[in-house]
């Protein structure tokens, strides 16, 4: 489709917090225009033409580390610390989980996801080939990465997927990655390690979420879990670490030097009472750092405006000082960082040839007024009723409170039920 969306306010993040007013154009998939308003120059029939009334359009936000098809546990499984709630409550529970349970619970996920504006998701789960599906049936753009650990699937499994899963869906692709340093043996992690040299691919792994883990790494191996891969070799291609709320100095250098993103993910881990990550001294080091909800079992809720209000508040409070990690920094780690830690260079900014993944803000809202500064209004005032628009890949998949026709809500709500009742 061709879509014109005008007289508009415009925060392209190419200059993040920088808004301006005028138009953009949608051509099919991608964006063939950012600008002032201008007289067309060719003849274009526009599919569509929005007047966005001053509101304002934006990059959609990057849900860098999720596990979508854990909505099934939302409330469920609450007020446990992280080794007890994954040992006792959630593994058993995963182990009767099927193919299609993910399938249909990663859409309930999406229609949370487009709510709080979310463009794209870095998911982590059982079953990546449904949940590729899933991504594929909704029209959600998905990094899938693998879970690998000492529980399964197969190395050779993983190396399938790789190949299989990387450009069957034009929304989708696949990263290799481990579950954790403490749910994979040493010679697992040497195995995956000549894995990605063979592919020169870069690793997503949870790491140094509890301090806990960081010690138990410390007594098997006498090092933390950043230099037991960095000796392994698993970061030589770069990647990804979901959590990081224990580094060292140590660590951090590490991360630098071999332009390891971190992804934050500041609910759960304060719900789980797992630390405060130190995002004020990963951005001083130059590391990037984006931002994700983690499960809606440990979080409870995918809401990225809440992730953005914890993310620079517990910042202040670790650091005892109210201008740690303004909103400005936010707002790009929630959408510029995120694409890039995950791959999406062409998802990052609101620019001529990247990808029309788009979100129209309502600024027209009580917590928008009065009309001052935007920009820190999303981060510190902002919730999902701001949310008038969310369009992927060139596709409009919620607008005005209501999804795109062909999304079955109370189908996937009535499914999502019944498997609760079954993994209860």
Known sequence: MNIRLYNARIMSMEEAGVIKEGEIWISGNVISYVGEAKEQTEELIWDREIDCNQNLLMPGFKNAHTHSAMTVFRSLCDDYNLQDWLNNEIFPREANMTGEDCYELTKLAILEYLTSGVTAIGDMYLTPETIADACNDMGMRCVLVSGLNKFGPALCVMEDRYNKLNGKYDLVSYKMG???????????????????????????????????????????????????????????????????????????????????????????????????????????????????????????????????????????????????????????????????????????????????????????????????????????????????????????????????????????????????????
């Open 178 to 424: 481990v579950h954790a340093e403490y749910t994979c043996s040493r010679e697992l992690l040497e195995e995956v390690s000549d894995l990605i040299h063979k592919y020169q691919a870069p690793l997503y792994v949870h790491m140094s979420e509890t301090q806990a883990e960081v010690e138990e790494c410390v007594g098997r191996y006498g090092i933390t879990p950043p230099a037991l891969f960095e000796e392994l070799g698993l970061f030589d291609f770069g990647g990804s670490i979901y959590h990081g709320v224990h580094p060292t100095a140590e660590d951090m250098e590490i991360f630098k030097r071999h332009n390891i993103s971190v992804i934050t993910n500041p609910a759960s881990n304060a719900k789980l009472a797992s630390g405060i990550a130190p995002i004020g001294e990963y951005l001083r080091q130059g590391i990037n750092v984006g931002i994700g909800t983690d499960g809606a079992s440990s979080n409870n809720c995918l809401d990225m405006f809440r992730e953005m209000f914890l993310v620079t508040a517990l910042a202040k409070l670790k650091e005892n000082d109210p201008a740690a990690v303004d909103a400005i920094k936010v707002l790009s780690m929630a959408t510029v960082n995120g694409a890039l830690s995950m791959g999406l260079e062409d998802c990052d900014v609101l620019a001529e040839g990247k990808k029309a993944d788009i979100i129209m803000i309502d600024l027209k809202q009580p917590n928008m007024q009065p009309i001052n500064n935007i920009a820190k209004n999303i981060v510190y005032s902002g919730s999902k009723m701001n949310v008038k628009m969310t369009m992927i890949d060139g596709k409009i998949l919620y607008e005005d409170g209501k999804f795109a026709d062909g999304i079955d809500v109370e189908d996937i709500y009535a499914k999502s039920n019944a498997i609760l009742e079954r993994l209860r």
